[in-house]
């Protein structure tokens, strides 16, 4: 049986991405404005989102701030601004603030519903059986990340979560010819390797005969 060499340190130019993508990385995150944050198309928004995230994870799991304190902090908070600004603005020179203006346009609810919908649909294709790698890779998802939940918190797991989606894809994208070649590499390794048990361990192992079955 031939055993491939992966002694050269040469980057391979395979035809097919070792990682299977034939799209690009924006595409496949969605092509919109989501892909543009996770890929740091717009850097602000991207880090004012990761440095909003960081404040929370830091008021809740370093200051252990109790959720509805500092809901109440905040709602107290806003409603001291308002109140300042409406009984002052004629004294500061601005216009009071417009309630209108901070409500949702019904495009945008339509969207968040259609979203919502979209993902309910998904959950229940992958459910009834029809995509079985799907559903079986949905399974272990799910109880791995059942378990690593009782070791570590909640907030912890979706901070570090957050974090994760923030920065591993532009990270991806930039070097993305050395982790594909790093992600090639090792694939080759890891069959080198069972290859190797499998001629030296598997094989000596000795199997009886087969018996042959008599029909009555």
């Not at 909640?154 to 070649?181: H, I, K, Q």
Request: proline share 5%; aromatic share 14%.
């Amino acid at each position: 049986m031939p055993i491939y060499s992966s002694d050269s340190d040469e980057p391979p130019a395979p035809s097919q991405k070792p990682l299977g993508r034939r799209r690009p990385l924006h595409d496949i995150l969605g092509g919109g404005k989501v892909a543009d944050i996770l890929l740091w198309k717009n850097k602000n928004l991207s880090l004012a989102m990761l440095i909003g995230a960081t404040a929370v994870w830091f008021l809740f799991e370093v200051v252990e701030y109790q959720f509805v304190t500092l809901l109440c902090h905040l709602i107290l908070a806003f409603m001291t601004l308002i109140f300042m600004w409406s009984n002052l603005a004629d004294l500061i020179q601005r216009d009071p603030p417009d309630i209108y203006r901070f409500r949702l346009s019904e495009a945008a609810c339509r969207s968040l519903f259609r979203k919502i919908d979209r993902l309910f649909s998904r959950v229940y294709d992958v459910s009834s059986g029809n995509d079985w790698k799907m559903f079986f890779g949905a399974i272990a998802f799910l109880w791995m990340l059942s378990v690593l939940g009782n070791y570590v918190s909640s907030l912890n797991l979706l901070y570090f979560g957050f974090v994760c989606m923030e920065t591993l894809p532009a990270l991806y994208e930039r070097f993305e010819n050395e982790v594909d070649y790093l992600a090639d590499k090792s694939s080759k390794d890891v069959k080198k390797l069972f290859r190797k048990f499998d001629s030296k361990v598997l094989n000596k192992i000795p199997r009886g005969p087969l018996k042959e079955k008599r029909f009555t």
